[in-house]
């Protein structure tokens, strides 16, 4: 009988073990990351490629050739450019007037324990949780009850009262983490209450009332259902995208959309930048 005996594999000199690729808790939840990232990101990638898109009709929903002639004829529609320039004035306004008052009830919500503060905050989560639908329709039966007529005054409250909210939450949360041995050093030194909150806690809430002053402008910019009930005859720029859908989307607009994204993101690093310099220097 022959016995047969099994030698294993010699490994040659100086190679390199076989690493076997393992499925693990961490590479799912990093793969599952960037397909999040991915899809949100992939819109905002598709309305920058058709910027440059040449369509030979109305219709900008396929890849017909490459140009830049939108981006020269940016103002080309007249009735698009004022949907545009109306939204930014819409926003501007109602987003200073958001934070004017946000910043105000933070700071009280913040600082102070009063009765019915707490009342106060339901009602200001109650905003933010509330569907736009609700807030649009009860906007329009208080507006028609009043017989006021509907236009950009109305757009303004509209956006005002649901930006309130989120400008007071961010302003608050600042108010509540605040170092009050600062404003003590400032009050043992001699100034007065005033004067300690104009040159010691406003520049501490600044980063604070501008981070909420953005998103406050950023949802007015971006809003269409509450806008869509309180607008009458104005016409700003998601009503104009949303009437343009229906007889076909013009390049301009997704030429627009870029450039407010781009807007956007530089702000957003320029704050990042001065954040990081500010820290550095403390």
Same mark, same amino acid.
């Given at each position: /009988?022959?016995?047969?005996?099994?030698? =294993?594999?010699?490994?040659?000199?100086?190679?390199?073990?076989? *690493? *076997?690729? *393992? $499925?693990?808790g961490?590479?799912?939840?990093?793969? &599952?990351?960037?397909?999040?990232?991915?899809?949100?990101?992939l =819109?905002?990638?598709?309305?920058?490629?058709?910027?440059?898109?040449?369509p030979?009709?109305?219709?900008?929903?396929?890849?017909?050739?490459?140009?830049?002639?939108? &981006?020269?004829?940016?103002f080309?529609?007249?009735?698009?450019?004022?949907?545009?320039?109306l939204?930014?004035?819409?926003?501007?306004?109602?987003?200073?007037?958001?934070?004017?008052?946000?910043?105000?009830?933070? &700071?009280?919500?913040?600082?102070?324990?009063?009765r019915?503060?707490?009342? $106060?905050?339901?009602?200001?989560?109650?905003?933010?949780?509330? =569907?736009e639908?609700?807030m649009?329709?009860?906007?329009?039966?208080?507006?028609?009850?009043?017989?006021?007529?509907?236009?950009?005054?109305?757009?303004? $409250?509209?956006?005002?009262?649901?930006?309130?909210?989120?400008?007071?939450?961010?302003?608050?949360? *600042?108010? $509540?983490?605040?170092d009050?041995?600062?404003?003590?050093?400032?009050?043992?030194?001699?100034?007065?209450?005033?004067?300690?909150?104009?040159?010691?806690?406003? =520049?501490?809430?600044?980063?604070?009332?501008?981070?909420?002053f953005m998103?406050?402008?950023a949802?007015?910019?971006?809003?269409?259902?509450?806008?869509?009930?309180?607008?009458?005859?104005?016409?700003?720029?998601?009503? &104009?995208?949303?009437?343009?859908?229906?007889?076909?989307?013009?390049?301009q607009?997704?030429? /627009?959309?870029?450039?407010?994204?781009?807007?956007?993101?530089?702000?957003?690093?320029?704050?990042?930048?001065?954040?990081?310099?500010?820290s550095?220097?403390?």
């Open positions: /009988m022959t016995t047969s005996t099994l030698t =294993p594999p010699v490994t040659a000199p100086g190679a390199a073990p076989r *690493r *076997r690729f *393992r $499925i693990t961490a590479s799912l939840m990093f793969g &599952y990351t960037w397909l999040v990232i991915l899809w949100l990101v =819109p905002i990638f598709v309305m920058i490629l058709f910027g440059f898109n040449n030979h009709g109305k219709f900008n929903q396929t890849w017909q050739g490459f140009t830049v002639k939108w &981006y020269k004829d940016i080309g529609l007249d009735e698009l450019t004022s949907a545009l320039w939204s930014l004035v819409i926003a501007v306004i109602s987003s200073l007037l958001a934070a004017a008052v946000g910043t105000g009830i933070g &700071y009280a919500l913040g600082r102070y324990q009063f019915g503060s707490g009342t $106060i905050n339901l009602l200001l989560f109650a905003t933010m949780a509330s =569907p639908l609700i649009g329709a009860s906007l329009l039966s208080l507006f028609v009850s009043l017989n006021t007529g509907r236009g950009v005054a109305t757009i303004v $409250i509209g956006h005002v009262l649901f930006s309130i909210s989120f400008v007071t939450t961010v302003v608050r949360a *600042r108010v $509540i983490t605040l009050r041995s600062i404003e003590e050093a400032a009050a043992d030194l001699g100034a007065t209450a005033w004067t300690t909150f104009w040159k010691v806690t406003f =520049p501490i809430l600044l980063p604070a009332i501008f981070s909420g998103l406050a402008f949802l007015s910019i971006d809003d269409f259902v509450v806008t869509n009930f309180v607008s009458g005859s104005a016409t700003t720029f998601p009503l &104009y995208i949303w009437g343009a859908t229906r007889v076909g989307l013009p390049p607009v997704n030429v /627009m959309g870029t450039l407010i994204f781009a807007a956007g993101v530089l702000i957003a690093v320029i704050a990042n930048l001065r954040s990081r310099s500010t550095k220097r403390d």
